[in-house]
């Protein structure tokens, strides 16, 4: 079993993005990865006014291949959590991504933590965007961690190229947070990351199909864990947070 934790379906002509499930499930099958969670590039309400419904059309398509989260633009405020509501309550939607470096807001202000407020209502994860770029370090997304500790958070990219050790010691420092392994450049970053986290708190993630996510599972398996470990990263681990199995 593999389930990709991280990747993006969205149809935006206008800025040469043309990121169909069908394009998806094509990237899924060559690399064998059986289900992934699917945000859109668009945030909401955005440049992509259809972008929540084209992808519910996506996974209605695809129920026993895809899942998804819905992309927020918190400066929208109540209108944000109509749309977050909606998608949990009405679509289905597994739970929420934000991406601060593309709408230009910290990570801990307050229309943020509404969000992860109601996350933590809606018993649903949120996945944040968590690199090298000013609004999406991992020590600024620590302190929406501080102000929301029941919120579930996934710290995507774990830090990037430089700021991997500071996403590794916040998710040590919070039970809730996790870090995924997309983007992230190091296997021997990700093998830090197990033995400092244990592996309960690293999960799988391509990208895609921006990545390459073949590439992604060999950083993995390049980190030489322990066969119960990858078993944990590649599905288990969000199987768990995303309750598949209950």
Not at 32 to 57: E, F, H, Q, T, W
Not at 211 to 227: C, F, S, T
Request: proline residues 7%; glycine residues 4%; hydrophobic residues 45%.
């Amino acid at each position: 079993m593999m389930i990709d934790s991280h990747a993006h379906i969205d149809y935006v002509p206008a800025l040469g993005w043309d990121f169909s499930p069908e394009k998806v499930i094509q990237i899924m099958d060559k690399a064998r990865i059986d289900k992934a969670v699917v945000s859109s590039i668009s945030n909401l309400p955005g440049i992509n006014p259809n972008a929540l419904d084209y992808l519910k059309s996506a996974i209605d398509k695809y129920p026993d291949r895809l899942m998804a989260y819905v992309r927020l633009d918190p400066w929208y405020g109540s209108k944000a959590i109509e749309w977050m509501e909606k998608a949990i309550n009405e679509y289905g939607f597994k739970g929420v991504k934000l991406h601060p470096v593309h709408y230009t807001l910290h990570p801990f202000q307050n229309s943020t933590i509404n969000i992860l407020k109601k996350a933590v209502d809606l018993e649903v994860p949120v996945l944040f965007h968590c690199s090298d770029e000013a609004m999406s370090l991992p020590l600024q997304i620590s302190l929406a961690a501080e102000k929301v500790p029941d919120a579930t958070i996934i710290l995507a990219h774990m830090g990037g190229f430089f700021h991997n050790r500071d996403a590794i010691n916040v998710a040590k420092r919070f039970p809730n947070v996790y870090v995924d392994t997309c983007e992230i450049p190091y296997p021997s970053v990700i093998r830090q990351a197990v033995e400092i986290l244990g592996a309960e708190k690293v999960l799988f993630g391509t990208d895609s199909p921006g990545d390459v996510a073949l590439l992604e599972i060999e950083k993995v398996k390049m980190a030489n864990l322990k066969p119960e470990d990858e078993e944990k990263i590649f599905w288990k681990n969000i199987s768990k947070i995303l309750k598949l199995n209950s």
